[in-house]
């Protein structure tokens, strides 16, 4: 470990790596892979299909290089597609056979997964690099008619329900990383909450890097049937290496009439050191679709962590009275690069969308945000109000805003309010004058900044993410 | 016994050139000074200089500030240091914290320094009822607390929050930076007398003012009159009155 990533230590405390037996697929992409990652995991031959189709359409498909961002070009036949441990290689157990240095990562990362220590209001499903370590709670959920459980297991127990949703919101050949992802999509979540049930407590899914070189293919999938509700939160660590991790994952949420999803993240992946060595890339694709009438998709991100950050949580309206919402916190110091936002597509009647983004940058770090609100000709009386706010932290640090507006109707309503900001002098020193000291300073102006988006947080994870920006900051200020 | 020893001081705006030349003063327990003098005089400069602004820095001379049983020189420490061990300022502008709330706000600076002396902080409850306690000396009712930080607060709300985090930070030396300054008769009044209730035999205030308007609530023990970054003049609190029916000018002539 350099001398740099000790001192990191300090400040990234989940940088350890678990020493563990694993097996690991020899790097490189080719249908050969494929068809061991769709065997490894006992797939229906739908899948493997599915796979192989989004395969041969993306062999085809250039890096694409519109965001703000510089991505040094990735090889991806020095990639390996699967990694797992030994202990949990043919999918999950029940936890009492699970590898007991598992259950400590977890335990070490702050989510205990055994019957007597977890947490009580939260099911949690712990990924640790391609697989399912094990899920929390699913007993009890079963008795509601809620399907939570792993991706590679739903595929087994639940095959109609993937083949019928899997890939209707991120079609395979939406975008290069859309079918990556879909041609070797790992580990992730799938959550399945029948008609009328609202989900009793949250769930979330904690996803863990360990193996070097070997990228990480989250795919979750979140259906609420006519009426249903649930919260759902999300939260993710790696290593410190010096060399990069590729993370691609793609989320798909379904909302029929009248139902509600709450999609929550925590975003803490390795972000590099200061010298930009080593982080994770984290390319996401993630995207709802308001199927029903009066359904309602709400995004919160936290984004702390990663060294590029590329996504756009985002919500197709296609029913009427429809209303989608995007929360976003994006913190980027020392190098590290985020280009994120969301996109709001108004396809029905009365839909309404809201956009909060506060993006902080420090040190020599670049935050974007790009978004999106397309009202198409159909959408009567859509309504739109956007709000993103920039906060830059010393004089290094950049910030940018790309708004785009498609308006096709014009019943609609949109507002747009931006502002940059810097932390003024006087507030530092009025803090400072009541006995802050400096990191403390920073720290109130930027939770007061956040505080909008914090609070749409469930409360424990507000606190998570409150500490996880104090964290970062400390090291950013003085 | 001293609380406060200003030697031959001398400041300015980062560069440029001296406002403050040579200020000697000193203050003792108990005692509240105003210091008076026509704008540009310097006299803000002092306070913010005694409270530490990144803007200023001194040339010349020494703050000494008596604290624990030792002297230390307020020109040698971070202004939370200063304020940790008990100067504080209120401000003659208060700044806006936007999304704090000022009960967050109170408590995370009192917990701070809380901290900093070695004192066990106060939860939530505990610290609402001093919160409770201190807001009747000024007159506040609970909805500010729930308030940003002097966001679309009026002049003199921003001016009674200041005496507020006064009441509850306990100062030894206060700083009152032209907190007369924009208030109407009523908030004046309310502010002046939530001053004078915080006065202990323990503490000490300095009270920078351009007009006596506050002195008619406070009698101070000892009145400065600066001009051109000096002390021109020192006496009680009949020279208040002087400068008032005299004017500025009277106190620049031998």
């Known amino acids: 470990m350099s001398e740099a990533l000790k001192n990191k230590n300090r400040q990234y405390k989940h940088g350890f790596v678990t020493e563990i037996e694993q097996e690991t697929f020899p790097k490189g992409l080719n249908?050969?892979?494929?068809?061991?990652?769709?065997?490894?995991?006992?797939?229906?031959?739908?899948?493997?299909?599915?796979?192989?189709?989004?395969?041969?359409?993306?062999?085809?498909?250039?890096?694409?290089?519109?965001?703000?961002?510089?991505?040094?070009?990735?090889?991806?036949?020095?990639?390996?597609?699967?990694?797992?441990?030994?202990?949990?290689?043919?999918?999950?157990?029940?936890?009492?056979?699970?590898?007991?240095?598992?259950?400590?990562?977890?335990?070490?990362?702050?989510?205990?997964?055994?019957?007597?220590?977890?947490?009580?209001?939260?099911?949690?499903?712990?990924?640790?690099?391609?697989?399912?370590?094990?899920?929390?709670?699913?007993?009890?959920?079963?008795?509601?008619?809620?399907?939570?459980?792993?991706?590679?297991?739903?595929?087994?127990?639940?095959?109609?329900?993937?083949?019928?949703?899997?890939?209707?919101?991120?079609?395979?050949?939406?975008?290069?990383?859309?079918?990556?992802?879909?041609?070797?999509?790992?580990?992730?979540?799938?959550?399945?909450?029948?008609?009328?049930?609202?989900?009793?407590?949250?769930?979330?899914?904690?996803?863990?890097?360990?193996?070097?070189?070997?990228?990480?293919?989250?795919?979750?999938?979140?259906?609420?049937?006519?009426?249903?509700?649930?919260?759902?939160?999300?939260?993710?660590?790696?290593?410190?290496?010096?060399?990069?991790?590729?993370?691609?994952?793609?989320?798909?949420?379904?909302?029929?009439?009248?139902?509600?999803?709450?999609?929550?993240?925590?975003?803490?992946?390795?972000?590099?050191?200061?010298?930009?060595?080593?982080?994770?890339?984290?390319?996401?694709?993630?995207?709802?679709?308001?199927?029903?009438?009066?359904?309602?998709?709400?995004?919160?991100?936290?984004?702390?962590?990663?060294?590029?950050?590329?996504?756009?949580?985002?919500?197709?309206?296609?029913?009427?009275?429809?209303?989608?919402?995007?929360?976003?916190?994006?913190?980027?110091?020392?190098?590290m690069q985020a280009d994120t936002g969301t996109k709001m597509v108004h396809i029905g009647k009365n839909t309404r969308s809201t956009i909060v983004s506060k993006g902080i940058s420090c040190e020599e770090s670049r935050n974007s945000y790009r978004g999106l609100v397309r009202i198409s000709p159909g959408a009567e009386n859509a309504r739109n109000f956007s709000q993103c706010d920039s906060m830059l932290v010393g004089d290094t640090s950049s910030a940018n805003t790309f708004p785009y507006l498609e308006v096709h109707n014009p019943t609609a309503i949109i507002e747009h309010e931006a502002t940059t900001s810097r932390i003024s002098d006087d507030q530092l020193f009025y803090l400072q004058s009541r006995g802050l000291d400096a990191e403390g300073a920073v720290s109130l102006l930027v939770n007061g900044f956040c505080k909008e988006v914090f609070k749409t947080l469930p409360l424990e994870f507000s606190v998570e993410a409150v500490k996880l920006l104090e964290m970062k900051l400390e090291h950013s200020v003085g | 016994?001293?609380?406060?020893?200003?030697?031959?001081?001398?400041?300015?705006?980062?560069?440029?050139?001296?406002?403050?030349?040579?200020?000697?003063?000193?203050?003792?327990?108990?005692?509240?000074?105003?210091?008076?003098?026509?704008?540009?005089?310097?006299?803000?400069?002092?306070?913010?200089?005694?409270?530490?602004?990144?803007?200023?820095?001194?040339?010349?001379?020494?703050?000494?500030?008596?604290?624990?049983?030792?002297?230390?020189?307020?020109?040698?420490?971070?202004?939370?240091?200063?304020?940790?061990?008990?100067?504080?300022?209120?401000?003659?502008?208060?700044?806006?914290?936007?999304?704090?709330?000022?009960?967050?706000?109170l408590q995370t600076a009192f917990n701070a320094q809380c901290r900093a002396q070695g004192i066990p902080e106060l939860d939530a409850f505990e610290f609402r009822e001093l919160v409770a306690e201190k807001q009747k000396l000024i007159e506040m009712d609970a909805s500010y607390l729930d308030r940003e930080v002097n966001l679309d607060f009026s002049g003199g709300e921003k001016k009674r929050n200041e005496i507020l985090q006064m009441a509850i930070l306990n100062p030894r030396l206060a700083l009152l930076d032209e907190t007369d300054s924009g208030l109407d008769v009523d908030s004046l009044r309310i502010v002046a007398e939530g001053v004078q209730k915080l006065q202990t035999p323990r503490n000490a205030m300095l009270l920078i003012t351009h007009y006596q308007r506050m002195l008619r609530y406070i009698t101070p023990d000892v009145v400065h009159v600066l001009a051109d970054g000096r002390i021109l003049r020192t006496g009680d609190h009949t020279l208040a009155e002087e400068v008032e029916n005299r004017g500025y000018e009277w106190v620049r002539q031998p």
């Open chain 2, 1 to 105: 016994m001293s609380i406060l020893k200003i030697e031959g001081l001398c400041a300015r705006v980062v560069d440029g050139p001296d406002i403050l030349k040579g200020i000697d003063l000193a203050v003792e327990e108990g005692q509240i000074h105003a210091v008076m003098g026509p704008n540009g005089s310097g006299k803000s400069t002092l306070a913010r200089v005694l409270a530490g602004h990144p803007d200023y820095e001194v040339t010349r001379g020494k703050v000494l500030y008596h604290h624990d049983g030792e002297w230390l020189d307020l020109t040698e420490m971070e202004p939370h240091e200063r304020a940790t061990a008990g100067v504080f300022m209120a401000f003659q502008y208060p700044v806006e914290i936007p999304g704090v709330s000022n009960l967050h706000f």
């Open chain 1, 31 to 335: 249908e050969s892979i494929i068809r061991q990652i769709s065997a490894r995991k006992n797939e229906p031959p739908f899948l493997l299909d599915f796979r192989l189709k989004a395969y041969n359409w993306w062999k085809a498909q250039p890096h694409p290089n519109w965001a703000a961002l510089d991505i040094p070009p990735i090889d991806f036949d020095e990639i390996s597609y699967f990694s797992a441990p030994k202990s949990v290689l043919d999918g999950p157990k029940s936890l009492d056979e699970v590898d007991p240095e598992l259950l400590r990562t977890f335990d070490r990362l702050g989510v205990p997964l055994h019957e007597r220590e977890r947490l009580a209001g939260v099911a949690v499903d712990a990924v640790f690099d391609s697989v399912s370590v094990g899920t929390t709670h699913s007993e009890m959920l079963e008795e509601h008619g809620i399907i939570f459980c792993s991706f590679s297991e739903a595929a087994q127990k639940h095959p109609e329900l993937i083949q019928k949703y899997l890939g209707r919101v991120v079609p395979p050949t939406d975008n290069f990383y859309a079918a990556l992802n879909s041609a070797v999509f790992s580990d992730g979540s799938f959550v399945y909450v029948p008609k009328g049930v609202k989900c009793p407590i949250d769930l979330s899914t904690y996803f863990r890097i360990n193996a070097s070189n070997t990228g990480q293919f989250e795919r979750t999938l979140i259906i609420a049937e006519e009426g249903a509700s649930v919260s759902y939160v999300e939260g993710c660590t790696a290593p410190m290496r010096d060399n990069n991790q590729l993370h691609a994952a793609i989320v798909e949420l379904l909302a029929l009439d009248d139902a509600s999803i709450k999609y929550s993240t925590v975003q803490n992946w390795y972000g590099g050191d200061e010298e930009g060595r080593g982080g994770i890339y984290n390319f996401v694709i993630k995207r709802g679709r308001c199927e029903g009438q009066r359904s309602h998709i709400s995004w919160t991100q936290v984004e702390a962590g990663s060294a590029i950050t590329w996504k756009y949580p985002s919500v197709i309206l296609k029913g009427n009275d429809s209303v989608g919402e995007f929360y976003s916190v994006a913190l980027t110091n020392n190098r």
